[in-house]
């Protein structure tokens, strides 16, 4: 397609996989950059400009997005805090180790990205009935690349405020609802 396109390369089984495509196949129709991937080689982050690989309604703004290379399945992580997708740009994304965490430059789009994961996992058919409740914190500060991962205090004080709350909460520092008050 003549754009950029991000690839997984698997140096032990000697292939190459094309990551930035939709579940059904397709190509993407625009410039797909910045990956990152999970440490056991299952999900991709992503930031695209396609506006053809899931349901696009931002016009031409950057998107993050996390490729499940098991499952097929793409999903927009870039949501803005009523849940609809982004519309400004969004980049830069790092995935956790487990792939459970996405780190991206948009304080609205990871409280949205927080409150669809919440929507998720009570959504979820879980064994014997159970209910799983999660509780998320959300902090923006400074964290700085270790490795592969961020490390440092404003990491840490996100993990504190998640501590603080309770199953099937979201709870954010002061720095994080500055920046998405009035958005």
């Known amino acids: 397609n003549r754009l950029d396109d991000v690839y997984v390369r698997d140096t032990v089984a000697n292939r190459t996989r094309l990551v930035s495509i939709a579940k059904d196949g397709r190509l993407g129709n625009d410039y797909s950059v910045e990956p990152s991937i999970s440490y056991d080689g299952r ?6 400009w ?3 690989l899931f349901r696009d309604r931002n016009g031409h703004a950057l998107d993050v997005v996390v490729k499940d290379l098991e499952t097929g399945r793409l999903e927009l ?4 805090t009523n849940g609809a997708q982004a519309t400004r740009n969004s980049f830069f994304p790092v995935i956790s180790g487990n792939g459970r965490f996405v780190v991206f430059q948009s304080a609205p789009a990871a409280i949205s ?3 669809e994961a919440q ?3 009570e959504g979820h058919s879980w064994p014997d009935g ?3 409740r999660v509780r998320m914190g959300l902090h923006t500060g400074e964290g700085k690349l270790g490795g592969d991962n961020y490390i440092g205090i404003d990491v840490h004080r996100a993990a504190r405020i998640a501590s603080a ?3 099937g909460q979201v709870l954010m520092s002061g720095s994080t609802r500055a ?3 009035g958005s």
């Open 43 to 48: 999900y991709v982050a992503f930031t695209t």
């Open 50 to 52: 396609a506006d053809n």
């Open 77 to 80: 992580v870039s949501r803005s």
């Open 113 to 115: 990205g927080a409150a």
């Open 119 to 121: 929507r998720a996992v």
């Open 130 to 132: 159970e209910r799983v």
């Open 165 to 167: 709350g309770h199953g």
């Open 179 to 181: 920046l998405v008050e």
